[in-house]
């Protein structure tokens, strides 16, 4: 009898202990996989271990205690996540807004300022904080994107067949082959022309569906900023994702 029908399910995760703190693994296994890796994501903070098609979960779990010291530092160097409440404080393009709540009752956010500069309001249940600055920032983005394909799509002579926004970990953007566009609603807490660059990037891509040299000498005639806007994205991309 093959050995997969032999083994028991593997468990979605494992967990281990380290210094009394308790440190959860979720287990992946990998077909072309020839080795036990483990790794610490530093854009969500989920520690995953992945494993060879033929090795043992127990093997999995000694190898991750004799990780955990590592894990645990890993753990300690990730940027402290920053959740949608009152008192927060969240890029909105770039620069800092303080999140404050005016009243209970239901009402529009708005962009203000106070003594200390400027805010996200909002007029809702305490409950429904999270969900309301994420509903806001997405339209935010949406509008944003929206306006910068309006501002490309006449250089390019073509324009996308939609936009749609996702929360992506590993791409800002993309461009599918029917010419529809993709972007990660985070951009809105990055400086406005990082937002700007990935766009014209994306649209770059109706006309050259490849990174080619035609396609940067495209890229470069649409956009003046590909290179810092790169550079803020490699130094800063990751962590756009500690908030919320």
């Known amino acids: 009898m093959p050995l997969a029908l ?20 979720a287990l992946r296994r990998r077909p072309t996989a020839r080795r036990i890796t483990l790794r610490v994501s530093a854009a ?19 190898f991750a205690a004799s990780h955990a010291g590592w894990i645990a530092a890993r753990l300690a160097r990730l940027p402290e996540r920053v959740v949608f409440e009152p008192g927060a404080h969240l890029p909105l393009r770039g620069a800092p807004h303080r999140v404050t709540l005016r009243d209970r009752r239901g009402g ?31 339209r935010e983005a949406r509008r944003d994107l929206a306006a910068a394909v309006e501002r490309y799509a006449p250089r390019l002579g073509q324009r996308p067949g939609r936009i749609t926004l996702r929360d992506t970990r590993s791409r800002w953007g993309s461009c599918t082959a029917r010419g529809e566009l993709n972007f990660s609603w ?23 569906m490849n990174h080619s040299p035609r396609f940067w000498t495209l890229l ?20 756009l994702h500690r908030y919320g």
């Open 108 to 138: 529009a956010v708005r962009v203000e300022h106070d003594a200390g500069g400027p805010v996200i309001s909002l007029a809702c249940e305490p409950a429904h904080v999270a969900r309301r600055i994420r509903d806001f920032l997405a």
């Open 6 to 25: 032999l083994r028991r399910p593997d468990p979605e995760h494992l967990e281990v202990q380290h210094e009394g703190a308790r440190l959860r693994i």
């Open 44 to 62: 969500t903070g989920e520690v995953v271990i992945t494993l060879p098609s033929r090795t043992a979960v127990d093997t999995a779990q000694r």
């Open 220 to 239: 470069g005639e649409l956009c003046p900023n590909v290179e810092a806007a790169e550079a803020w994205l490699k130094r800063n991309g990751t962590g």
């Open 186 to 208: 985070r951009l809105i807490l990055a400086p406005p022309m990082v937002l700007d660059y990935l766009v014209a990037h994306e649209m770059a891509h109706l006309r050259e």
